[in-house]
């Protein structure tokens, strides 16, 4: 099954001196067929060189296709000048509630300064 809809995301930088990378906190709102509220972290790091890595764990929590309930997403995001590529999926046993079983991957697509998603799951 394929759910697609939109969502804001508020990242709110976190100063650490002490470490060389660079930390943010995630605030998003989905909104479609997947609605509710992704609250998470986010650790990236770019190089003098512009290679760039990002990794993040975001929690849902809301409805999906009118079954309530939350799980993990799991981001794994690389850019250099060979390319880009970004990695989201679900955490294998994280859902609850309604969506206990889910598993899945997510594809975001940014045009025009706006954010939506595509969620491809299985329960």
Do not use: C, W
């Amino acid at each position: 099954m394929i759910a697609v809809g939109t969502f804001d995301v508020n990242l709110a930088a976190q100063n650490d001196e002490t470490a060389p990378v660079g930390r943010m906190l995630i605030d998003k709102t989905y909104t479609g067929a997947l609605a509710g509220k992704g609250v998470g972290q986010m650790i990236s790091k770019r190089t003098e060189n512009g290679i760039a890595v990002y990794f993040a764990i975001e929690e849902f929590e809301g409805s999906l296709a009118n079954k309530k309930g939350g799980f993990t997403l799991l981001h794994k995001g690389e850019m250099s000048a060979a390319g880009q590529s970004l990695d989201i999926t679900i955490l294998t046993g994280s859902g609850s509630h309604d969506l206990h079983d889910i598993s899945g991957k997510m594809r975001i697509i940014q045009q025009e300064g706006k954010h939506s998603y595509e969620l491809e799951y299985h329960l």
